[in-house]
Nanobody, 122 residues
Framework: VQLQASGGGLVQAGGSLRLSCAAS????????MGWFRQAPGKEREFVSS????????YYTASVKGRFTISRDNAKSTVYLQMNSLKPEDTAVYYC????????????????WGQGTLVTVSS
């Protein structure tokens, strides 16, 4: 499956952005999806994941209550709504897919998008 992430940009602290990740090539509904991010000078880290139906959702603690992951299987797209953004959310955000249950372990994801840059100014 091919993944194309979009929606990044420059936003002030407290603002919102919605990231999208469009999938093509294989049945999107067969894949759990995840969002990861990599801040400058840091390791890539887990942000959120969602199972194939959207019924099970997970977040890392630092974004819980501010970010919302969702998916539209008819559009083969997963979203990450990011509210109350903070400068520490600045990173390149990647979407990823795996044929299994959602997980925060990035090594378990088989397919990756190219990343979209989110910059939050203070």
């Amino acid at each position: 499956v091919q993944l194309q992430a979009s929606g990044g940009g420059l936003v002030q602290a407290g603002g919102s952005l919605r990231l999208s990740c469009a999938a093509s090539g294989r049945a999107f509904s067969n894949y759990a999806m995840g969002w990861f991010r990599q801040a400058p000078g840091k390791e890539r880290e887990f942000v959120s994941s969602i199972d194939r139906s959207g019924g099970s959702i997970y977040y890392t603690a630092s974004v819980k209550g501010r970010f919302t992951i969702s998916r539209d299987n008819a559009k083969s797209t997963v979203y990450l709504q990011m509210n109350s953004l903070k400068p520490e959310d600045t990173a390149v955000y990647y979407c990823a897919a795996r044929a299994g249950v959602p997980t925060g372990v990035q090594e378990y994801y088989e397919f990756w998008g190219q990343g979209t840059l989110v910059t939050v100014s203070s």
